[in-house]
């Protein structure tokens, strides 16, 4: 079973917010994910640092299972 079919159900990668970069990521990634981070450590008392860490991780499993194409993923598998 693949899911690459459904690689661009949330907008094509370099295009519309995927557009905005720094430092070759996705800037409205990057800071729905740090946002997503503080709002677990705060709600269940969770480090920032390690909430943050695991949802990038869980970022690139998903990416990498979509086959989506990233800054992060190819720095890391490349």
Do not use: E
């Not at 519309?16 to 070759?24: D, E, I, N, Q, Y």
């Amino acid at each position: 079973m693949t899911l690459c079919k459904y690689k661009d159900i949330f907008g094509k990668p370099g295009m519309g917010v995927h557009a905005h970069r720094t430092f070759g990521l996705a800037t409205v990634d990057l800071g729905l994910t740090l946002a997503a981070a503080w709002y677990v450590s705060v709600k269940y008392n969770v480090p920032f640092h390690k909430t943050a860490i695991g949802l990038i991780i869980l970022g690139v499993i998903f990416h990498k299972l979509f086959c989506v194409d990233t800054a992060l993923n190819n720095f890391l598998f490349n």
